[in-house]
């Protein structure tokens, strides 16, 4: 590592404690800071990540947040999910103490090229390829970031020449400083998390933040077939590329040639990489078939956009299961891609009521209480040759931890449906 001095005998305050929390936590506190952690959610998640922070020594406090431990703080490192409007960064503005986040800190540290991966979709499929392609070309890789592995859980197995390739959000790039990535991606902007950004403009400045600190020596990746990114690339200093379709391949897998090319991976190792991929959890993933009746576990698909890729690419017709915390977007945009394909759809979450009223007239429609009255209603609904789609357009956290919880918990309820076992509702 890198910088390993820096934290020593510094205050240090984590915001929030979930897998990133508790990463930094354990990571500052063995580089000898002194950590607090605060968390407004007292609950058997927080008190289960609580219990594993490697020291008594590292303060924690559930269900409330104090001033103190951000008037005491020489720093602050705000968890994704915590919005700015939250007590802690008020407080932190006031007092003017530097926020940064997770991702932040685990780059100060890290002794490898990171290539860092954004957009409003297809964020894990391009992360995931591109650490492939790396791996297959005898790289040392790790991938991390909103994948799964937190950075800083990483980050003490990292060693110059290695590669970190990093999924990063909107929100993690809000508060970073210093953060830049050797190659930064952008892969496309539809009208996500305006439940948080007031316009799609602050959604895209947020978003332009991956290529702020980079220079003539780096490069940006860009979609060349989104206009709001090529307007964007006038203001990289860095070198740029752009992909768009071609041929055969997607335009996340143009995303990855790209990438690829500029590491100086053959293209041909990179197809035959393509060819091998079975695809991610939770993305268009085959759960099972009961009764000729396809189960498809699509949890990450949290903007309409998705959704609407996963409709155009089923070809049987469809019954859909949707719903979540809703992130302000507009949910008529699929009704296109549904139209003759879509027979009904099921609702779940605190978003049932508003996508109910933006779809109506294009499918029938009903509300369920949860995802298991919703598996049974869909169930009960499609025929043989039919598929039950569970692509929620949403986030997840009305109902469930992330979308990993919401999607295992959907195959759970499936599997025990192919044995016989009615979901309960």
Known sequence: MKNTKYFKGKNITIVGLARSGLACANLLYKLGACVRVTDINDNTQTREFAARLSSKDILVELGWHSEDFIRLADMVIISPGVPSCAPPAA????FAKPVISEIELAAMLCPA?????????GKTTVTTLIGKILAESGKRVFVCGNIGNPFCAEIEK??????????VSSFQLETIKDFKPRIAVILNLTPNHLDRYNNIQEYLDAKKRIFVNQDINDYLVLNADDPLLTSAALEAKSKVVFFNKEGRLNPNQNAVISVGKILGIKLEDMISVFRKFKGIQHRMEEVA??????FINDSKATTADSAIWAISNIPSPIVLIAGGRHKGINYRVILRASANKVKKAFLIGEARDII????NGGFPIEKSDSLEEAIAGAYEEAKPGDCVLFSPMCSSFDMFRDYVQRGEIFKRIVLDLSRGIKPHG
């Open 356 to 359: 109910a009223s933006d779809l």
């Open 158 to 167: 990292l060693e110059k020449g290695d590669f970190v390739v990093l999924e």
């Open 289 to 294: 078939e009961i009764n000729g009746v396809k």
């Open 113 to 121: 090229e990171i290539i860092a991966v954004t957009g409003s979709n």
């Open 91 to 94: 407080w932190a503005r006031e």
